[in-house]
């Protein structure tokens, strides 16, 4: 919806105007000319500096008794800043009043956030595996981590095969062993 500039007609006597001193924006705008008096002739002019980035239709309107007549001032966008006046006559001239008129440039909305189209997809996931995971360790500086991990479960595993005599015991031992070496080579790698 448009801005809206009111002037009021006939509130005080006959032919009597009463506008905002100045106005702005940044696109087109109505004038809204509220009579609260007897039928009123009303001139509306836009002087030179002004008409540069705005147009009225016409400049000459009737204005009814008690009545209202909404006017459309076409404003073209700006990259800087334009004022200029707007004239408001009535009674063929008997009064006149002017209304500084300053038409700007649309601002960016503030809450609004460019985002980039590639962050709208997933990143693409790789495959990982135990090699991958130590390589990573690695390139992390994590091989005396893994070192120590390794150390341990062989030390676990050993205290457990000589305090259970257990063939099945034994086997478990040499499997937990070897994946500890075999992290511990990978890890050097």
């Given at each position: 919806?448009?801005?809206?500039?009111?002037?009021?007609?006939?509130?005080?006597?006959?032919?009597?105007?009463?506008?905002?001193?100045?106005?702005?924006?940044?696109?087109?705008?109505v004038v809204e000319l509220d009579n609260h008096g007897e039928a009123v002739h009303?001139?509306?002019?836009?002087?030179?500096?002004?008409?540069?980035?705005?147009?009225?239709?016409?400049?000459?309107?009737?204005?009814?008794?008690?009545?209202?007549?909404?006017?459309?001032?076409?404003?073209?966008?700006?990259?800087?800043?334009?004022?200029?006046?707007?004239?408001?006559?009535?009674?063929?001239?008997?009064?006149?009043?002017?209304?500084?008129?300053?038409?700007?440039?649309?601002?960016?909305?503030?809450?609004?956030?460019?985002?980039?189209?590639?962050?709208?997809?997933?990143?693409?996931?790789?495959?990982?595996?135990?090699?991958?995971?130590?390589?990573?360790?690695?390139?992390?500086?994590?091989?005396?981590?893994?070192?120590?991990?390794?150390?341990?479960?062989?030390?676990?595993?050993?205290?457990?095969?000589?305090?259970?005599?257990?063939?099945?015991?034994?086997?478990?031992?040499?499997?937990?062993?070897?994946?500890?070496?075999?992290?511990?080579?990978?890890?050097?790698?």
């Amino acid at each position: 919806m448009p801005a809206t500039l009111s002037v009021d007609l006939n509130e005080g006597t006959l032919h009597d105007v009463a506008v905002a001193d100045a106005f702005e924006t940044t696109s087109g705008f109505v004038v809204e000319l509220d009579n609260h008096g007897e039928a009123v002739h009303v001139h509306l002019h836009i002087d030179d500096d002004l008409s540069a980035v705005a147009r009225l239709d016409e400049t000459n309107h009737f204005v009814d008794s008690d009545g209202v007549r909404r006017v459309a001032v076409d404003v073209a966008r700006v990259d800087s800043r334009v004022t200029g006046k707007l004239k408001v006559v009535t009674g063929y001239g008997a009064e006149s009043t002017y209304v500084d008129v300053t038409v700007r440039p649309e601002q960016p909305e503030k809450d609004a956030v460019e985002v980039d189209e590639r962050l709208s997809k997933p990143p693409e996931r790789e495959e990982t595996s135990v090699g991958s995971g130590v390589g990573a360790a690695v390139a992390s500086g994590s091989v005396r981590a893994v070192a120590a991990v390794a150390v341990l479960a062989i030390t676990l595993a050993a205290a457990v095969a000589l305090t259970v005599s257990d063939p099945a015991v034994f086997l478990g031992v040499g499997v937990v062993i070897g994946v500890a070496l075999a992290a511990v080579v990978f890890a050097v790698r």
